[in-house]
């Protein structure tokens, strides 16, 4: 079955998010948005289906978190979930484990980009489960 | 005389942006977004009025812009303007001299940051003047 993907950001959607697609659970596309190498500042646009998070996981640089559509929620280890809308900025520090995703009845859109990237590593852990994932975004 | 400051993007307008005013041709406002020193990626928003622009300039870390609201305009020393909407991203090689602003008909905001930033360093040029500013929004 075609997935409809309605427009809820003024950035590219991209294409199918088929190499972090492991560590997410429920569809997504990416958009990488900047190529320049002198530059050395990654930026993609991320666009989740309603429903769709991605795993526990942390960055060894942190990550900021650029909100451009839809809702979403933004959860650290051991801490109440965020509810997100266009316009908010997200600053995650090193190493911290999280995960974010769209809301259950939403699509969800957020530019990404990493502190110390020519350093940057990232540890995927294990999925959100449904029941954390009810629990976080009710 | 009060501006009417329009609601043209989903992120905060900020104060009036007097630390660079000095830098910049017209009135704008600055938003800074990020504060997490461990993340070291600078992010704020910045506004121009209609017909505001910046010097010409360099960062020697390069810089994104990513267009969040309005029409604006990025030039290269050399070479045309090119027209900016929401959804754009521009990414500005180290040491690339360069102006950006608004149209002249529409105010303009854009979320900046910066390559390398923990050893960025901005050189202020000249100004715009009518005549460059002219030809290139034409």
């Known amino acids: 079955m075609e997935t409809t993907i309605p427009t809820i950001s003024d950035f590219p959607l991209g294409e199918p998010n088929t190499g972090y697609a492991q560590y997410f ?4 596309w990416l958009a990488p948005l900047t190529s320049n190498k002198d530059l050395n500042v990654p930026l993609s646009n991320v666009t989740f289906e309603p429903g769709c998070r991605n795993n526990w996981h942390s960055h060894t ?3 900021l978190l650029i909100v451009v559509g839809g809702v979403g929620y933004y959860q650290e280890r051991g801490k109440a979930a965020v509810r997100l809308e266009k316009g908010d900025v997200v600053e995650i520090g090193p190493n911290i484990e999280h995960w974010h995703g769209a809301a ?3 699509w969800f ?3 990404a980009t ?17 029941e954390e994932y009810a629990a976080a975004v009710k």
Chains 1, 2 share one sequence.
């Open 114 to 130: 990493n502190g110390s990237p020519s350093t940057n590593q990232n540890t995927w852990l294990e999925p959100v489960s449904d």
């Open 109 to 111: 859109a957020h530019l």
């Open 61 to 63: 640089g942190g990550q």
């Open 25 to 28: 659970s429920g569809k997504s």
């Open 104 to 106: 259950p009845d939403s």
